[in-house]
């Protein structure tokens, strides 16, 4: 039996996402709701699959198929493709397994010739309406299946407007669009050396080709790549009976969502065009009105449409995204999906469908992406800087949050000055897919058309980063590189700052505050603490980054850097005395004087964490890190050391190593300079017990870093213990405190045996695993790392995603083997991963009693452990 590769809309189902793509499944599954969907059919994933296998073309059996599907659509329309007398007009669109909007493409009006746009003028008795078509359909199809840019045929259509002494398209009558459908094939003939395809078959299957080669353009590659989503999918193709919203004014097209994708507000929310075609609304080329006005203009189908979208939301039990054509005043669905929403409004929609009876709790956890939820944890411009600052123009508030920086003007443009450090946002005329990769290393996007859904608009609120949109009283001059804004011109050497909330834009570099999380928020957290049986810490040096910590819900600090806390003025003087030092004497002074600063550091953030447990890791860092550069810096130090200054120099010379990161640091610190790792371990068994005097049973754990062999480890525990215990016989008490190890060397994790045997925990430090596991520099491997995941030799960054199949194995070998030493160990994570989501729920299921990540971080790596424990707990 031949393999079937195409189906009718009457022929699938929603669940049948993978074969069909989300689209097709949907818009089978609307047909068999009795929703008035275009009829048509779908070419699967599977013939996608195989379209690459057959060297990226269609093979006679999927011709056959796709022959006699278009037979049942014609009998379906009573229609004929290619007629002279009423032509049978389809729509080609691409539609993968997950939603991946404004990615891939799309062509409209195919079927059109030279002949057929005759009969559609007969048949419809609207000659500017049937050539109006036709010429969007030939810039479609040139620029979608071969690929010659759409500008060619704008300049045509600008010109003739110029002429005509119009602005809108829709002012332009029959005879000019005759003339534009002229100039446009003229165009093709001379960019593609041959003429306009006029056998409709033949468009069909450049057009099926085309979105299936689609599937595998830069766009769309780059955003599988930031959305986790498998190359493997494939797309498929729909191809659907033409509804035509450029009929006339009782004719248009529009996009919306059956609740606000930015906030959530359980309310109609959209845009649409009359006299248009689906491409207006999103390209941003006319300015579209809101769906509410469509209730005062056409109420009969307003009021289908709202019932519509009340329907389909029911049914899926999610915010739905729809896409609808009105033709001569009768309403057609043309696709609906889970809409792409920002987090605040994923946060909101989940609380209310709660509320509303259509999820449970755990439904509703697993419907928020924890990646997603950075989108809320970001400042916001503070209120003080937004009365002091007067917004210079208004656009529309696509995408909230806040965003600072210079202004850049092209894509290319933003990733680089991003990848030097600098802030930028990515001001445009309007973005198009090929803008993604300076979307995606902007701040913030400003455009000065387009509207809510617009591309700009679409693609900021899936990353959860601030959009203003359709700014029509600014001025973006591409080419000559500046925005005009109330007369006034700012260039690539200005800031500017926008409000995604607002609207507003202001010029200068405005403050920034941290967002307030309470309301649906903090419901919302509340389930996922319930659901979540792992402990999430947060990774923090300061009282600063821990009062930030504890906003967002952090348990504990996983990992506190005790290194980052010499650098401050007041201490990194006797630092450098510390490491210059000629004597133990001379160490000891300056210990002495760094100690009770130490101690104060430890108490602090104690007091302020409470109960909380608190790891604290001795200093780590290669010692040359600390030392001066400046030759006054260098003088100074000399002058206290009693030393000249050309020793100094030497002795700074001496400490310098070719590879630190695998030199003198960690606890080998511990081993040559003991009193370095007691002084920290006085000052942090000081700092507690001064808690308990306070109240605070405080339990601490301190952590010695990098160990690699038992022994040496054996050796800096002996000097810490011994410190300890001499601090408790002078204050005449003792208190409860843990040692432990920072599993960050591939040997460490390997002999993890030995190493469980004489500590209290283990915490994973997956920056220095992976980087001693793949033997690259974190520091350096960007310089190639880009190349490696372009060319799909790695998947995913792994100092971005932990690699389980060498870093994890290397993980779940050091905790089967310290387990089985210790059965009382404790184990952590406090490497950048522990905030990464694929890591949490791997880590959890590998065991881990905790991650630790940013303070920023804390809420996603909690909803990533709620999610994993709710989908596979692992007590069971």
């Known amino acids: 039996m031949t393999e079937k590769y195409v189906y009718n809309f009457n022929e699938g189902d929603k669940d049948m996402r993978s074969l069909l793509g989300g689209k097709g499944a949907n818009l089978a599954e609307m047909t068999n709701m009795g929703i008035n969907v275009p009829y048509g059919f779908t070419v699967t994933t599977e013939a996608c699959a195989r379209f690459y296998e057959e060297d990226k073309k269609l093979w006679n059996d999927l011709n056959d198929e796709i022959t006699s599907h278009i037979k049942d659509l014609e009998e379906h329309n009573k229609k004929t493709f290619g007629s002279t007398e009423d032509p049978l007009l389809v729509s080609v669109r691409s539609g993968a397994p997950i939603s991946m909007p404004g990615m891939m493409d799309t062509i409209l009006n195919l079927g059109l010739n030279d002949d057929a746009v005759i009969g559609l003028s007969k048949k419809t008795n609207n000659e500017r309406f049937a050539y109006d078509s036709y010429r969007r359909f030939i810039q479609m199809f040139a620029d979608v299946a071969m690929g010659i840019n759409k500008n060619n045929f704008e300049k045509v259509l600008s010109a003739k407007k110029a002429e005509k002494n119009v602005e809108e398209d829709t002012a332009l009558d ?15 003939k001379e960019i593609q050396g041959e003429d306009f395809p006029q056998d409709p078959r033949d468009q069909l299957d450049k057009a099926i080709t085309a979105v299936f080669a689609s599937w595998n353009n830069e766009r769309a590659i780059l955003y599988r790549r930031l959305n986790d989503i498998d190359d493997s999918m494939g797309t498929a193709v729909n191809v659907q009976s033409m509804v035509f919203g450029n009929m006339g004014d009782n004719s248009g097209t529009g996009v919306a969502f059956s609740r606000n994708p930015a906030t959530g507000e359980n309310k109609l929310f959209g845009e649409y065009l009359m006299n248009a075609q689906g491409e207006d609304v999103v390209a941003g080329v006319r300015t579209p009105k809101e769906i509410a006005t469509l209730k005062d203009s056409m109420p009969d189908v307003y009021k289908q449409f709202h019932d519509t979208s009340e329907k389909l939301e029911q049914h899926y039990k999610d ?36 509320h509303e ?68 946002i990515l001001v445009r005329e309007e973005t198009s897919p090929e803008d993604l990769e300076g979307m995606v290393s902007a701040s913030g996007i400003l455009t000065a058309r387009g509207g809510m859904t617009s591309h700009a608009a679409v693609v900021a609120r899936g990353m959860g980063k601030c959009c203003v949109s359709g700014a029509h009283d600014i001025y973006v001059d591409e080419i000559e590189r500046f925005v005009r804004i109330d007369g006034k011109k700012y260039t690539d050497k200005d800031t500017i700052s926008i409000d995604g909330s607002t609207g507003n834009i202001y010029i200068g570099s405005l403050e920034t505050e941290n967002p307030k999380l309470e309301g649906d928020f903090g419901e919302f957290m509340g389930w996922v603490d319930k659901y979540r049986d792992i402990k999430v810490r947060t990774n923090a040096d300061t009282p600063h980054d821990a009062k930030q910590a504890l906003e967002f819900g952090a348990e504990g600090i996983g990992l506190c850097r005790t290194e980052h806390m010499f650098f401050k003025a007041d201490r990194i003087f006797q630092v450098r005395k510390m490491i210059l030092a000629h004597n133990s004497e001379t160490r000891k002074e300056a210990l002495d004087k760094i100690l009770p600063m130490q101690e104060d550091d ?44 050309s020793e100094v120099k030497k ?15 960690g606890l080998r610190l511990g081993v040559r ?73 591939p040997r460490a994790a390997i002999t993890a045996d030995e190493i469980g045997e004489i500590t209290d925990f283990f915490s994973f430090g997956t920056n220095d695993l992976t980087q001693m596991t793949f033997g690259l520099s974190r520091d350096d491997a960007g310089k190639f790392l880009g190349l490696y995941l372009d060319k799909d030799i790695f998947a995913k960054d792994p100092f971005q995603v932990l690699d389980q199949k060498g870093v994890g194995f290397l993980v779940e070998t050091a905790v089967e083997r310290g387990k089985k030493a210790n059965p009382n160990l404790h184990l952590g994570i406090c490497g950048e991963h522990g905030g990464e989501p694929t890591t949490v729920k791997y880590l959890y299921n590998v065991g881990l009693d905790y991650v630790s990540c940013s303070p920023y971080r804390v809420p996603i790596a909690k909803l990533a452990a709620a999610q994993e424990a709710i989908e596979h707990p692992r007590n069971k």
């Not at 029959?174 to 093709?188: C, G, H, I, R």
């Open 357 to 424: 009876g259509l999820l449970d709790e755990k439904e509703a956890i697993l419907r928020v992406d924890a990646k997603d939820l950075d989108g809320i944890l970001h400042p916001t411009l503070s209120e003080k800087s937004k009365k002091e600052n007067q917004p210079v123009a208004k656009g529309l508030a696509a995408s909230p949050g806040a965003a600072v920086g210079y202004i850049a003007f092209t894509a290319k443009e933003a990733k680089d000055r991003a990848a030097k450090g600098i802030n930028v």
């Open 673 to 745: 300079y003991p009193e370095i790792s007691k002084m920290q371990a006085r000052a942090i068994i000081q700092a507690a017990m001064h808690c308990h005097e306070d109240g605070i049973k405080v339990v601490p754990e301190i952590m010695i870093p990098l160990s690699s062999d038992v022994k040496e480890l054996a050796y800096v525990k002996s000097k810490v213990r011994e410190e300890i215990e001499k601090v408790f016989e002078e204050k005449g008490k003792k208190i409860d405190y843990l040692l432990g190890t920072m599993i960050e060397i």
């Open 319 to 354: 915010m739905q995204d729809m896409e609808f054509t009105i033709q001569e005043g009768k309403l057609f669905l043309l696709q609906t999906r889970n809409g792409k929403r920002t987090a605040q409004a994923a946060v909101k929609v989940a609380v209310d469908l709660v």
């Open 651 to 665: 002795r700074i010379l001496d400490l310098e190593e070719v590879n630190p990161m695998l030199g003198f640091r």
């Open 602 to 645: 430890f108490y602090q953030i104690y007091s302020l964490m409470g109960e909380r447990p608190v790891t604290v890791r001795l200093l780590d860092p290669p010692l040359h890190e600390f030392l001066p550069r400046g030759q006054e810096e260098i003088r100074t130090l000399a002058e206290d050391l009693n030393m000249e200054i």
């Open 174 to 188: 029959a005879n000019d669009l005759k003339d534009v459908v002229e100039s446009y094939k003229k165009v093709y």
